[in-house]
């Protein structure tokens, strides 16, 4: 069976949602995912830096993450042909270990606890692809990067490129339509 590793945040779990939600919240702002295009939140408010950090650092925060759509059912289907790895560079957030294992647990009970992977540099994994939204975890690995879209990669180009789960979907199982 070939390999798929998948990374967590915003790829099956929705952090973008949360993360502006708290800081509109704490900051009487009113920004949208549109205002991250290209963007990092913490790079478009500066003076928040640090603040916006932290609240992913609170140990709770990736506890209750929605789940992307179309991600549970498609990755499932998947684990029927290829051998999938839940790859997270959770070292970034050392706090997060317990929510992110339990959150795994909870939405993604299909895939083998074994097959979650809490690392830093992703280029030490040996998978035939990657379904990442970072494409910097591209540099160094073997396999084929797929990007996930995401509001701060919108802009880049130059890698197979996903949009939702159901182009993964498309990719796997329709002829790998590639999309740009
Ligand atoms: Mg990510």
Redesign the pocket.
Known sequence: MKRIAI?????IADFHAKHLHLFNTNYYESLTIEDLKGSRLWKIRPEFSKEILDFVDDPSFFRDLKVMEGSQEVIRELSKYYEIFITTAAMEHPSSFQAKFEWLNEYFSFIPQMNYVFCGNKSIIKADYLI???SRHFQGFQGQGILFSAPHNIYESGFIRVNNWYEVNDYFFNNNRQTK
């Open positions: 990374d967590m945040d915003e790829v990442d939204d970072s």
